[in-house]
């Protein structure tokens, strides 16, 4: 199956700074990238996803960008604020799998 | 719409002891998922449903087994509950099996004593 690899797995930042996280992934297949929020005790929820056939996509502070040929994908998060802390999953949609997660969190 | 509804929300078992976890979905979507969820862990795909009448095997299927019932509905059984198996259970749906975003239900926590 497909395997997915993410890091960091914890990452601090100060408000107002930039985040970035990034996945790997070894299956040529994978044609979509989504990643997930989950706060503390809730769901996990979609915040953006891109298709193999895009290298980049924004919705306001949050991108994600794709590099199909070295096969990774990251997360960016700009102008972070206290609210973006939580955990964040990434999958390559192959066979369903997630990455492990990164803990973020945004000190005031 | 409810979206993804799972019952029950809080269980606690004793090792040995069988139970059932309901999922249900009024999306219409076409796959279900069961994932777990360990302690400060990812999230470790059990069983899928890609379309009804079908399931596979995921990442860690073994102490499971699951039944979809019909397109709504998808069910995982703890047939002999271990204490390896505390951990939160989440159900999710989409439209198709790996190009569409998926809709988590709200979990089940379970602790085997």
């Known amino acids: 199956g497909e395997n997915v690899e993410q890091h960091p797995s914890t990452l601090s930042v100060q408000e107002g700074d930039s985040a970035v996280i990034k996945c790997t992934y070894s299956?040529?297949?994978?044609?979509?990238f989504p990643w997930y929020k989950q706060e503390l005790g809730k769901r996990p929820q979609l915040i953006i996803d891109?298709?193999?056939?895009?290298g980049e996509k924004k919705d306001q502070r949050i991108a994600v960008t794709l590099n199909k040929t070295a096969k990774h994908f990251s997360l960016h998060i700009t102008e972070t604020q206290p609210e973006d802390s939580a955990v964040y999953f990434c999958?390559?949609?192959?066979?369903?799998?997630f990455g492990a997660g990164t803990r973020l969190t945004v000190k005031p | 719409n409810a979206g993804v509804t799972q019952t029950p929300k809080f269980q606690v078992l004793k090792t040995g002891q069988s139970m059932t976890l309901q999922c249900a979905q009024d999306?219409?979507?076409?796959?279900m998922y069961w994932y777990r969820q360990d302690p400060g862990m990812g999230l470790r795909l059990i069983y899928y449903?890609?379309?009804?009448?079908?399931?596979d095997k995921g990442e860690v299927p073994n102490g499971y087994n699951v039944s979809r019932l019909n397109k709504r509905e998808f069910s995982l059984r703890l047939e002999s509950a271990a204490p390896s198996q505390t951990s939160v259970y989440f159900c999710?749906?989409?439209?198709?099996?790996?190009?569409?975003?998926?809709?988590f239900g709200p979990g089940t926590r379970l602790t085997v004593l």
């Open positions: 999710a749906s989409s439209e198709s099996p790996s190009v569409n975003e998926q809709f």
């Open positions: 299956d040529s297949a994978s044609n979509y």
């Open positions: 891109i298709r193999s056939n895009v």
């Open positions: 999958a390559a949609r192959y066979d369903m799998r």
């Open positions: 999306m219409n979507h076409n796959s």
């Open positions: 449903s890609a379309s009804e009448g079908t399931t």
